[in-house]
């Protein structure tokens, strides 16, 4: 039984897939800032679970940690038990 809690606690939230029936939708414009640098890659915004329920976190600016980088959008993927978010990340080429 301790080994069965042990595991269940080392899974972070994170890794959780939560699914909803409807997903959510965001239809908030706002403008792009200004790009900092050529390095800049925007990130578009993502969702992430809180309080029982999908939050909107607006898009950014941010750098690669290597100059092979490249960002993979997150995207809503339709499941047989609903929808669930795929969180964007980079990915070396």
Do not use: C
Not at 53 to 71: K, M
Request: aromatic share 16%.
């Amino acid at each position: 039984m301790i080994m069965i809690v042990a595991m269940a606690l080392s899974f972070s939230a994170a890794d959780a897939q939560i699914y909803v029936k409807v997903r959510p939708q965001h239809k908030v414009i706002k403008a792009r800032p200004p790009r900092p640098s050529n390095t800049h890659v925007w990130i578009s915004g993502e969702w992430t679970w809180g309080s029982g329920r999908y939050n909107y976190r607006d898009g950014y600016w941010d750098r690669p940690r290597y100059n092979n980088d490249r960002w993979i959008e997150g995207r809503w993927k339709n499941t047989r038990r609903g929808w669930v978010w795929v969180p964007g990340h980079w990915r070396r080429r």
